[in-house]
């Protein structure tokens, strides 16, 4: 997925801003005497934006505008340190918002749905990104935020609600609440948008059934707008990415080479049009792949997989780049197995060689189980792994988390 003219034409917009602004990519770029692009190669010699950069800027450093034309700031958790202002322009504001709605749009929400949302309202981008695209689309917002289980119940059959925004957690938390309650008559529930989060399909399955409603997936993260910039369709084959507004490159967070459509590796993000803080090639470090060819839907917009990690999960073996998530959605495929998996991954005779350990939910057909996650592996990732089942309770279990990947190659 090249970057098109009109791309190129938008970033060279961002780089006369930025340098302007003097912050501290503008500044990054006057340094190495850049002044603008004039080809996708120019464009991949632009250097990345990492988070620490946006940290170093605390509080307004990223401000690409006079303070003026600044109308909100949003901020990322700051679980891990100094966290993140991301200045707003009132451009910015209803450009996410046109995003968001469009992301309803997708998912085949209209002006006639209730939409109640459950994500947290505040400094963080969750709830009210969802309710900016909701208002634009002319449905109605039941601003609920997190948590209330009981308010949130009865909300949601008073006023018949017919779209729940939530994280995966916390939609399979009121769908067992429905349940054990016994009030699934009284919910007229038909889609859940569900907000970034990693998840497998054996919870996506769950909540699907459980409410009885349609999945969709939606992406985002704060330092880019927030959730909102791309949703799964109808057709549930990934998620569509608004080029108009982005441009997403997957590179390998090895080389920060761009690696070919199909091929996973780090998502990595630039703004086209963004005002109060523009990132150019922002490394995001959650993985995926630009799912190649055209969506059934019949629409334009690329895609992109769903999240399989971070690239601090990454392990490359044959040259081929896995992700301990991508096994466990396999192995979640087989019934027949419990959840607890090791993986070890060694050299030996001059190969790589991946083994993995899993264990029976008291099946007796070990060699044929074996056998039959060896080829699955095979033909989702492409190379084929030592398979080894063993009894229910043989694998190391612990209170914190599970080491489940050893790399024997770097002992
Ligand atoms: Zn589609």
Redesign the pocket.
């Known amino acids: 997925m090249e970057i098109n003219e009109t791309q190129l034409g938008q970033v060279n917009n961002q780089i006369q801003r930025l340098i302007q602004s003097n912050n501290f990519y503008g500044h990054r770029l006057k340094e190495a005497g850049i002044t603008g692009i004039h080809s996708a190669d120019d464009f991949h010699a632009l250097p990345f934006s990492e988070k620490q950069d946006l940290r170093s800027a605390y509080p307004l450093g990223l401000m690409a505008v006079p303070e003026e034309e600044i109308v909100r700031i949003h901020s990322s958790s700051g679980t891990t340190g100094t966290p993140v202002i991301i200045p707003y322009t009132a451009k910015d504001v209803d450009d996410w918002g046109e995003m968001f709605k469009r992301c309803y749009e997708f998912a085949g929400i209209t002006n006639r749905d209730r939409i109640q949302i459950t994500p947290g309202y505040g400094l963080w981008t969750a709830g009210i990104g969802f309710q900016n695209g909701a208002e634009k689309l002319g449905a109605m917002v039941i601003p609920m935020g997190p948590g209330n289980t009981n308010k949130q119940l009865q909300m949601m059959m008073d006023l018949q609600t017919s779209v729940l925004c939530a994280t995966s957690s916390y939609a399979l938390l009121l769908a067992e609440e429905i349940a054990a309650r016994g009030i699934g008559n009284n919910i007229h529930l038909r889609k859940g948008v569900i907000g970034s989060e990693r998840w497998g399909r054996k919870m996506r399955n769950r909540i699907s059934r459980e409410l009885g409603i349609e999945l969709y997936d939606i992406y985002g993260l704060t330092e880019i707008y927030g959730p909102g910039i791309g949703i799964s ?1 109808r ?1 549930d ?1 990934g998620m ?1 990415i608004w080029d108009d507004y982005l441009y997403l490159e997957i590179i390998d967070p090895e080389t920060g080479d761009n690696v070919p459509d199909g091929t996973y590796g780090e998502i990595v993000i630039t703004t086209l049009v963004k005002e109060g803080a523009p990132l150019i090639r922002y490394r995001t470090h959650d993985i995926s792949r630009i799912i190649p060819g055209t ?3 019949g ?1 334009r917009y690329p ?1 992109i997989d769903a999240i399989v990690g971070r690239s601090d999960d990454m392990m490359k073996i044959k040259g081929v780049n896995v992700f301990p998530k991508q096994i466990e959605e396999i192995l979640g495929g087989f019934p027949q197995l419990s959840s607890e998996y090791q993986i070890r991954i060694s050299h030996l005779d001059g190969r790589d060689t991946m083994r993995i350990y899993v264990e029976t939910n008291g099946h007796e057909d070990f060699l044929e189980t074996a056998d039959e996650v060896a080829a699955a592996v095979k033909s989702r990732i492409g190379f084929t792994p030592l398979v080894k089942v063993v009894e229910l309770g043989v694998l190391p279990r612990s209170e914190k988390k599970t080491k489940r990947v050893i790399d024997e190659r770097y002992e």
Do not use: E, G, L, W
């Open positions: 369709c057709y084959a569509h969506c059934p839907c629409s895609r």
